[in-house]
């Protein structure tokens, strides 16, 4: 069974301060890590489409190392929209949950090339109507390809930093999602999703946090130093 660590146990309280305390945890997570970015590599919308659904439990790493054979193969929305899906299973089988993305990839597709001329929408309710795509994905493909901020993107990482800053106390993504957007300029949600998860891998670890070395130490109600 898995044990839950200091931090884990407290769920902080969100207070009225948090306005304030929000734009010094954006302050310093930006000095902290200034090359925060999207960690999936992609070179337009729909290579990120393609990638974000195969990051559903799955490392950003994996995903790098199998979609340069999916891109080459189907470098475009009508390519995958034809593909055979036993094909597309066999290229992406390592990042796990393969029948089910495989089946999500060629739906998405054959959606852009039915609906949206073979490319990429623009809106989150044009994004969420298609397969496999759930909230999640449609803010980082709005927000990382074309620098829209329609949300903040709540992963395993951005849910536990937020839970123990005591930003939320929320464990569902969407409502944690609703804790944090007002809390933060707008133009602001894809970079605080970065900055988040960049804290989460490097310093918010889950089993251990290193709060001696974190930069939000002496605002964070979960510290442990
Ligand atoms: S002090 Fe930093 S590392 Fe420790 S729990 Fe808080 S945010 Fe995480």
New binding site residues.
């Given amino acids: 069974m898995k044990r839950s660590g200091p ?1 884990e146990r407290r769920k902080p309280r969100r207070s009225s301060l948090l306005p304030a305390k929000a734009a010094v945890i954006l302050e310093r997570l930006k000095r902290a890590y200034p090359d925060a970015k999207c960690a999936l590599d992609s070179r337009d919308a729909f290579e990120l489409l393609c990638a974000t659904i195969l990051s559903a439990q799955c490392t950003d790493a994996r995903v790098n190392l199998v979609t340069p054979a999916i891109f080459a193969r189907y470098p475009t929305p009508a390519a995958l929209a034809e593909a055979d899906q036993t094909d597309v299973e066999e290229i992406i089988r390592s990042t796990g949950f393969f029948r089910n993305k495989a089946k999500s990839l060629i739906g998405m597709a054959r959606a852009l090339v039915a609906d949206h001329a073979g490319e990429v929408p623009r809106t989150m309710a044009q994004l969420r109507v298609m397969p496999g795509i759930g909230r999640k994905t449609a803010n980082v493909v709005l927000g990382n390809a074309y620098g829209i901020n329609e949300g903040v993107t709540v992963d395993t990482h951005v849910a536990r ?1 937020s839970q ?2 005591g930003l939320t106390r929320e464990e569902d993504p969407v409502k944690i999602e609703q804790d944090l957007m007002p809390l933060f300029p707008r133009d602001q949600w894809t970079l605080l999703s970065h900055l988040f998860i960049f ?1 989460g891998r490097r ?3 889950a089993r251990r ?3 001696a070395e ?4 002496d605002l ?6």
Avoid: D, G, K, M
């Avoid at 974190?214 to 130490?217: D, E, R």
């Avoid at 964070?220 to 130093?225: G, H, K, L, N």
């Fill in positions: 931090a930093v123990r800053l804290h310093t918010c670890v946090p290193r709060c974190c930069v939000l130490a964070c109600p979960s510290a442990i130093v």
